[in-house]
């Protein structure tokens, strides 16, 4: 979530240094870079809900024990 939260907030910065973008499209990149954390945050949640794979869903040729 951070690298994606730091390329929007980089992206950001450079739509302030070119200028000649209207305040709006500014606005709504704003609205996208936060629609785009909570959809990273709510993929990490449902992940982390999921769990790990069961091992008979694992493919026995590229899962290895040690």
């Given at each position: 979530?951070?690298?994606?939260?730091?390329?929007?907030?980089?992206a950001?910065d450079?739509?302030?240094?070119?200028?000649?973008v209207?305040?709006?499209v500014?606005?709504d990149?704003?609205?996208?870079?936060?629609?785009?954390?909570a959809?990273?945050?709510?993929?990490?949640?449902?992940?982390?809900?999921?769990?790990?794979?069961?091992?008979?869903?694992?493919?026995?040729i590229?899962?290895?024990?040690?």
């Amino acid at each position: 979530i951070i690298s994606i939260m730091q390329l929007f907030k980089e992206a950001l910065d450079l739509l302030h240094r070119l200028g000649s973008v209207s305040e709006n499209v500014i606005q709504d990149f704003k609205v996208l870079s936060e629609k785009a954390k909570a959809a990273a945050v709510e993929a990490m949640d449902t992940e982390a809900m999921l769990g790990d794979i069961p091992d008979e869903f694992l493919d026995p040729i590229q899962v290895t024990s040690h």
